[in-house]
């Protein structure tokens, strides 16, 4: 059965930095593309970054700058390097990839910033 599966969350300091890796288990490769949402409290979830299999990416105006998507094929794993971070960043962030010819989402890793 695919999956997927986040690790990286935590808390950090204003302007600290953290990387989310996200592994897509139960399936040879995926075709589609990947990326990252986040949901912060009360607020409705949104794009972070995505990219296809062949690296285009697709950033928010809010993160740009300071996050990064990269994707390695051979390990169907999705990273999302953020530096810079600021308070208004704090949310769960879900793993998301379209495989199987269908949406798969992560179960959400906590990223807390502190001001």
């Known amino acids: 059965q695919a999956q997927l599966v986040e690790s990286g969350g935590g808390l950090v300091q204003a302007g600290g930095s953290l990387r989310l890796s996200c592994v897509a288990s139960?399936?040879?490769?995926?075709?589609?593309?990947m990326g990252w949402y986040r949901q912060a409290p009360g607020k409705q979830r949104e794009m972070v970054t995505t990219?296809?299999?062949?690296?285009?990416?697709n950033y928010v105006d809010s993160v740009k700058g300071r996050f990064t998507i990269s994707r390695d094929n051979a390990k169907n794993t999705v990273y999302l390097q953020m530096n810079s971070l600021k308070p208004e960043d704090t949310a769960v962030y879900y793993c998301?990839?379209?495989?199987?010819?269908?949406?798969?989402w992560g179960q959400g890793t906590q990223v807390t910033v502190s001001s």
């Open positions: 139960g399936i040879i490769y995926v075709t589609g593309a």
């Open positions: 998301y990839a379209f495989m199987l010819g269908k949406n798969y």
């Open positions: 990219i296809t299999r062949s690296g285009s990416t």
